[in-house]
């Protein structure tokens, strides 16, 4: 969404992503990050969750919203479909998606892997071309993919295989006017050079669906670490809302609660008021910390003194890596 | 981070806050001198000199051994009277629990309007309000040969006493901070400006008034800064007419020679008005005032009119 912003010349206006084009590469990096409810024919997207409570609200709703519309849903995975996210405790007759093929859940075995059990590309890609041919046969309109790569860091020459298995999945989604993928991988058990390596292989990074955007604020649920972006302007009409999404936030989780304000545009005074009042009913001495506060906004906060703000902290920096 | 001055347990101390009334450079080292030394020679007490030159030099010339931060130049210190109140509660917690000894000499600008000199007089008479239990000692020079007479007669009418040549007396001209800042307050003018733009107030999100108030910032001169630092402050007025006033609400703006004005206005009547209301410093943002505080330092100067036909913030920003 375009946002109106305050001033006419803003540096960062560069930053809002969803308008990308050539002029904008200097300020953007040359991925899109697509929240979940956004994704489209073509994407084949990186999922690189930081727990599973971040898998859960990509694939979730990435399963459910292909299962109630007329798409088909292929997952890759050794885990029955009862347990797989988004398919838990749901109203959908499993068993009867599943015989109508609008559900394929593919064991690795059947899917990608050899007789002796080797991660086999050729094979991969093998498999994505026949479900994805036989779709539109079967009647759907489209194709959504899903897979989590993670197991493959541990076979030999993992971060090839990783690799090679996203070129064949790129090559059969992103040319593909009805097929979709997502790429999921933990994180937590991926080297930063296997992470950069992996970003470059996809042009769409998954994100979680904002919990509130009205135009003018958008609150999103982070993962590693754990909090809320904050995008847009904070005031007063909108304090209550960020009030919500954090005290959620700060109920499922113990320890520090990360605010990623990278692209706050402003925050009102009473806004700060909320802050500090949340921040002093953090369990166990926990902090806010506000991560990529940008200068112009940080002027406040260093005009009233950080002390002002018990348990309200600087964290990294603006301008470093997006989280 | 700790709020040092009124720890559980210990006794309020009261703040020492004299005028010192000099003349000429010998009259001047004659009581400051001693002053110093005697901050020296307790070591209770942390030392620190803010004052103009060519009186700063000459105190550092005569206390050789004394580490170089000790003494401010007063020309840079007093740049923003909100501000640097702020700036000395900060210096008096860090120094906790030494009690701040201050040769402090406030500057007087010949340049300065009405306006500007008066919130100076009322930053010396908040002094009194905002350290009285700091233990603080200050001594404030004066130079009765170069001040004209009307700083002279702010001085008495903000020091509970009064040093002059070798005598120190109790001040019977000196006023309460909060009456001398209500004296200050009626003294003030509220001329109606010949051209402005007007925006009213009509829902609850203040969004447009942002916009509005960022765009005419920027097309006014004001730096990327001051634009956003406005912004917020009208905004946190707006908020709060919004909650305590009457409508009808309404932002009025224009430019009076270097300034830019932002006046917001609401039909109530703020009944509980004080003429400290936000010049003292809140321990925290979570305490009463702390919004007109913050909005006192974003700007160059805040006047608040509570009157009988309504309630209005003028903010002021140098361009």
Known sequence: MQRASLFRHRAYAGRVRDNLDGQAMETTPWFYERPVSEVRPGDHGLLG????????RIVGPYVQAGLATAEKVVYITDEPAESLPGLRRCSFDLAKLKSSRQLRVLSRRDACLSRSGAFEPGKLADTLHREKESAFGEGFRAVRVTMDSTWLMSQPGGSDAMLSCEDRLDQAISPSTMAMGICQVDVRRTGARQLSALRESHEVLMRVDAEFDDGILTIRRIYGPFGLQLRGELDASRHSHLSEHLLRAMGSRSGDIHLNVAELDFIDIGGLNLLAQHAAALPHGGSLILDHLRPDVENVITMVGWNRLPRLRPGARAGGAAS | ????????????????????????????????????????DDEDRSVVVVVAEPRLSALRDLFPDCADDMFIDASAFYAHPVRTLR????????????????LAEPVWRPEWTARETLEWARYESLINEVFKDTGASALCPYDTFALPPQILEHARRTH??????????????????????????RARVFPAPHESEYLPVTGHDLHELRR????????????????????????????????????????????????????VGDNGYWNTFSPLVGFVPPSSALENGFGLWTVRLLVDLVEVRA?????????????
Do not use: I
């Open chain 2, 307 to 319: 009157g009988w036909d309504g309630t209005f913030v003028r903010m002021r920003l140098h361009r």
């Open chain 1, 49 to 56: 969750y930081a727990d599973s409570e971040e898998r859960d």
């Open chain 2, 87 to 102: 700036s000395y509660l900060e210096l008096v917690k860090r120094e906790h629990p030494l009690r701040v000894h201050a």
């Open chain 2, 212 to 263: 509005w108030v960022g765009e005419r910032s920027e097309r006014h001169g004001l730096s990327r800064q001051d634009a956003q630092n406005l912004v917020t402050a009208v905004n946190e007025v707006a908020a709060n007419a919004l909650v305590h006033g009457t409508p009808p609400f309404g932002v009025r703006l224009w430019t009076e020679g270097p300034d830019l004005v932002c006046e």
């Open chain 2, 1 to 40: 981070m700790t709020s040092p001055t009124l720890a559980a347990g210990v006794a309020p101390r009261p703040l020492q806050h004299r005028a010192f009334l000099f003349g000429g450079m010998d009259d001047f080292l004659s009581r400051a001198v001693p002053f110093v030394r005697e901050g020296l």
């Open chain 2, 160 to 185: 509970p006493r009064l040093v002059q040549g070798d005598a120190e007396r109790p001040n019977a001209r000196f006023a309460a901070p909060e009456d001398f800042s209500a004296e200050v307050d």
